[in-house]
């Protein structure tokens, strides 16, 4: 949580229960009908109590993350909190009243167990209060943040629709492409035929992207496998390709054309540096509550994290607008000959 909004819970709380304080003594003095002895002693402590109590209150929403829970469950946690503290609050103020000696006459005949109950009805109100404007504070930010995120996301979208062709499918890998299928016409017509078919169904997916948030894995897979085909054309036995792919993970949703940037990027910064070419391997499965997806190649960095375009901090841009911080994006390298890049997508439990 940021030092401003950290101030601004603060500042409320402070106000708040000095609010709670004013708004007693003011009725104290204008409505009351006799002296109640230790009248001012009584409130200040259970202002401080209620201070001290809403706090650790508001520590326990956060640690359980209620505030993050869908609204028809956070209404049940809303009087499931009001309810525990307000025990909790009724309970040390009346301790505490009796220990300084300094509760209401009238409650002194009570048992320690009745003036509980008593001062827990009466407060119940008040934490019921505080909870409804803090959950409510939240669920304003939350929502406002929410629409933030998707504008910001849609002005991505623009900006790719613009750029998917240039980035993604850039004009040397259509070049390269269009002189593979040339070479196969004589040769190979059958080849070249699906070659044109392939290269036709990239630049689809490719001028579709921006009006798309996600697709499903499959449909991703289907074109990753088509630019590979297109590139082993090039390459020939200079390019190794392996999937290692749990089919359970076919209906899962991924941004389109990611997993084809990052093979992209593996062909591009890795196997066209190498003489002797080398292995792209695509591999997507589950861990822990994420579908893991990894683009392995031959190759070395050598400074290329960043790439040359856009690609790379495109998919840490959109892996963030679409799942969070839950989503993560990294590229390194492994071992002396081989470079990975691991997405992790959050995967939403039904």
Wanted: net charge neutral; proline share 4%.
């Amino acid at each position: 949580m940021s030092k401003n909004r950290l101030s601004y819970y603060w500042l409320c709380q402070f106000v708040g229960w000095s609010a709670f304080i004013l708004v007693y003594i003011f009725f104290y003095i204008t409505l009351r009908t006799r002296e109640t002895p230790n009248f001012y002693n009584v409130l200040v402590a259970e202002a401080v109590i209620g201070f001290l109590v809403t706090h650790v209150m508001r520590f326990f929403i956060l640690k359980y993350k209620f505030v993050e829970r869908p609204i028809n469950e956070q209404v049940f946690y809303i009087f499931f909190v009001s309810i525990l503290f307000s025990l909790i609050y009724a309970t040390i103020g009346a301790t505490v009243e009796q220990v300084l000696e300094i509760e209401p006459p009238r409650q002194q005949s009570l048992t320690l167990f009745n003036k509980i109950m008593r001062a827990s009805m009466g407060c119940f109100s008040f934490i019921l209060i505080w909870n409804l404007i803090y959950f409510a504070y939240h669920y304003i930010v939350k929502t406002r943040q929410n629409q933030f995120d998707k504008i910001r996301l849609e002005t991505l979208v623009k900006e790719l629709e613009l750029k998917t062709i240039k980035s993604h499918i850039n004009p040397h890998f259509i070049f390269n492409a269009l002189n593979s299928i040339r070479a196969l016409i004589d040769e190979n017509p059958n080849r070249a035929r699906n070659a044109i078919t392939e290269l036709s169904n990239i630049l689809r997916s490719s001028m579709q992207a921006e009006k798309l948030e996600t697709v499903p894995f499959e449909k991703e897979l289907s074109i990753v496998k088509d630019y590979l085909a297109l590139e082993y054309i090039r390459f020939e036995d200079r390019l190794k390709i392996e999937y290692q792919i749990d089919e359970d993970t076919l209906d899962q949703p991924v941004p389109p054309m990611m997993l084809q940037t990052l093979v992209e990027n593996a062909i591009k910064h890795g196997i066209g540096r190498q003489i002797s070419g080398g292995l792209v391997k695509v591999i997507s499965d589950f861990r822990d509550n994420f579908h893991e997806l990894v683009v392995q190649n031959t190759g070395y960095l050598n400074g290329h994290i960043n790439g040359d375009g856009f690609g790379l901090p495109s998919t840490k841009n959109r892996l963030q607008l679409l799942f969070g911080e839950k989503a993560n994006f990294e590229i390194k390298q492994v071992n002396p000959d081989l470079v990975e890049a691991r997405i992790l997508i959050p995967v939403e439990i039904k």
